[in-house]
């Protein structure tokens, strides 16, 4: 039977365009929050956004609801993604609801020269009710070297029919990622987009209040002085999967959040961004630093043993 796959209907709301970038160009900084339902054509399977709704401006909610069982709200602020979407099979108006966060950010670290490693932490917090219809997640934080607005634009095949991609993940280099979804929301996204469906991190069976708390870390090259785009996107979906089952809807609740807690710079290095963020910036000690560190904490067990 068709499946619809949340992250393609995720990515189709990403591929709306927001009205500022075509009007002013594409800005250095920019946050973009997309929710949406769709309907689909059972004899085209053609797939169709409505009811709509979206934000550009930080912390701008953006939010929908069919009144039958399709629901989408999300909000977006530099390193902060939130994102919920919740579907139930009783649903006639929709067959799917999705939500999409987008953030990026003009990125120069000085205070170096030649080439350094900074490293990027960040937590994915959010609750799964799972019900018979399909669900899916997928957090990405990774870097660009162009505006990620001007990315070539790819397709996803979906029921023989060509979706739009705009911020095409696989031309961002990824730092630290996550997938998480229902087994058949994996299964249609491995038919539907091949190799290009991202790995799942985790699989969820049916049942309510599933927590999902994953710390990621990863690092990235950079060169001193030169800009590049620090790219974070989180998308959530829940769909239709035309099944016989009881009853019940399937909710995807990150609305807490996909978080970048820090960036972890070299010794003496510089951190600036076009948004003016306030981004949690620390230094990797010098060995002399480490090593009087080291000598501290054998001080204080040589405190405590001589106490005890």
């Known amino acids: 039977m068709n499946k619809i796959t949340p992250l393609a209907l995720a990515a189709l709301c990403v591929s709306s365009t927001?009205?500022?970038?075509?009007?002013?160009?594409?800005?250095?900084h920019g946050v973009v929050s997309v929710a949406a339902t769709a309907t689909m054509d059972p004899t085209t399977g053609?797939?169709?956004?409505?009811?709509?709704?979206?934000?550009?401006?930080?912390?701008?909610?953006?939010?929908?609801?069919?009144?039958?069982?399709?629901?989408?709200?999300?909000?977006?602020?530099?390193?902060?993604?939130?994102?919920?979407?919740?579907?139930?099979?009783?649903?006639?108006?929709?067959?799917?609801?999705?939500a999409a966060s987008l953030w990026y950010d003009q990125i120069t670290i000085t205070g170096g020269s030649g080439?350094?490693?900074?490293?990027?932490?960040?937590?994915?917090?959010?609750?799964?009710?799972?019900?018979a219809p399909d669900g899916a997640a997928f957090y990405v934080l990774g870097t660009s070297a162009v505006n990620p607005m001007t990315l070539t634009s790819s397709t996803i095949s979906f029921n023989s029919v060509s979706l739009p991609l705009s911020v095409d993940t696989s031309q961002l280099t990824t730092v630290a990622s996550y997938a998480v979804g229902t087994q058949g929301a994996a299964t249609a996204c491995t038919s539907q987009l091949g190799n290009t469906c991202p790995t799942f991190n985790q699989i969820l069976g049916t049942g309510t209040g599933q927590a999902i708390q994953a710390n990621l870390a990863g690092s990235l090259s950079f060169t001193y002085g030169q800009s590049f785009y620090l790219v974070g996107l989180l998308t959530t979906g829940a769909g239709q999967n035309f099944s016989t089952a009881t009853p019940a809807t399937t909710t995807f609740d990150f609305s807490n959040t996909g978080l970048l807690n820090q960036i972890v710079l070299p010794q003496g290095a510089i951190l600036s961004d076009a948004s003016g963020t306030i981004y949690n910036v620390a230094a990797v000690p010098e060995p002399a630093e480490w090593l009087t560190l080291v000598a501290g904490l054998g001080l204080v067990g040589l405190v405590a043993r001589r106490r005890a």
């Open 115 to 131: 080439t350094g490693t900074a490293t990027l932490k960040a937590s994915l917090n959010g609750t799964t009710d799972v019900g």
């Open 18 to 28: 927001p009205a500022w970038a075509i009007s002013v160009g594409y800005p250095d």
């Open 46 to 98: 053609t797939l169709t956004l409505n009811n709509v709704d979206t934000a550009v401006t930080r912390n701008g909610l953006a939010s929908v609801n069919d009144n039958l069982g399709g629901v989408a709200t999300t909000s977006t602020d530099y390193g902060l993604n939130h994102a919920y979407a919740s579907y139930a099979n009783t649903d006639t108006n929709s067959v799917a609801s999705a």
